[in-house]
Every structure is written in C-alpha cells, then in structure tokens.
C-alpha cells in the first residue's frame, strides 16, 4: 500500500475498484468489497479495467492463454477453487477466457438502473461460476434479464455501443492514475493492489476516514 495524495474529507468516502470480469482475483475481492460496505461507511464505484483486449469474440482457452508462461492449468483451477471456496464464492470448471469489453459497456449502463449494481455478481457468477462467454450480446442480454432489467433495452445499448465511451473514460482513469494491474483498490488518495486480505483493505479504508456502520 503506498499513500499518493492526503484523503479529501470535503466529500462523501469513496472506494474505487479497478477491476475486470475476467480476473478471477478481481472476483475474489469481490466478497471482500462487499464485507467492506456491511461493516464500513463507504460508496463503491467500480472502474472498468482493459484486461486481456486480445482474446477474440470466440474466446480463448486458458492453455492457449498461458502457453509459454509455465503455469500448470489443471493445478491453477484447483488452487483457485480452494481459495474461492474459503472466501463463500462458488467456482466452476472454467476453461476459457472471453473479451469482457462488451460486458464493461452493459455494466457501465447497468449501475445507472434501478437494481443495477446486481450486474456486477452477476457477471461475476455466470464467467466463473457457467463459463459463460462474457462477449456474446444474447449472454449478456440473458444475464441482464436475470436481475430485472429490460432485456430489449440491454440489447440496443449493447449493439448500440452506446456506452463505449464510458468504458473508454475508465480506461483513460486507470492509464492516468498509473494503475497497470487488477484488482486495484484506492480511496482519499491511498490504494493497495492485488488480492488484499479484508484486514489489509478495511485498514485502507479507515485511514481515509471510513466509519464503522
């Protein structure tokens, strides 16, 4: 954790989460991030992340992800799974990764709605619970429906590329911010990168004037 600008107490506690559906630590701090809102007075705004812009529309299987980079895959999930499963968060038999450009564009949209903010566990869940390719617009649509919101108007947002722009604007915050990596977590000027501990994010959030609910 490095301390970048002194907190601003003149507005209302804010955490930003640089993240992205398909980083499996990033689903893990997910669990984190909501113990964070029972226990802390704060807001969360979700920064969209561009993580992986290579992996075509079809997907790519992990093996052809990590190809080269000496990491068994088989011992990987297993691992994974276990670390999920301490957390409370179920983990499925993953075996691809998907462009998760279009699902930032549905979110982006989403939180603005009523009961919105349910997009984000529900991306979550269907990539790395279903193994659910997270650039099909009928998967998105599909998952859009499956929290209460209008599935004709998802699809003309995403087909639209309506939102394209916002999720552009939360690239150009991580890039001018300096953040290189996912999950990133930074509020009142302070942040911390990769898959804190609960411990190691509530302290962040207290030294930033956070108060306990």
Known sequence: MR?????????????EVFSDYVCPWCYLGSARVSRLQEDW????????????????????????????????VEQMQER???????????????????NSHRAQQLASWAVGQDGGE??????????FVENV???SIDNLVA??????????????????RRYREAVSADWERSRRLGVTGVPTYRVGGAEAVGAQPYEVLAKLVQEAGAKRR
């Open 41 to 72: 007075e704060i807001d969360v705004r979700i920064v969209h992340f561009p993580l992986h812009l290579e992996t075509p529309e079809e997907g790519q299987s992990l093996q052809q992800l990590f190809a080269g980079r000496n990491v068994d």
């Open 118 to 127: 349910a997009i984000h566990p529900a991306l979550f869940v269907a990539y």
């Open 143 to 160: 998952i859009a429906a499956g929290i209460g919101l209008d599935a004709d108007r998802a699809g003309d947002i995403l087909r639209s």
């Open 3 to 15: 301390d970048v600008t002194p907190p601003d107490c003149s507005v209302s506690l804010q955490l």
């Open 80 to 98: 994974m799974a276990m670390v999920m499963r301490a957390e409370g968060l179920k983990y499925g038999e993953r075996s691809m990764t998907y």
């Open 133 to 135: 390719n997270l650039a």
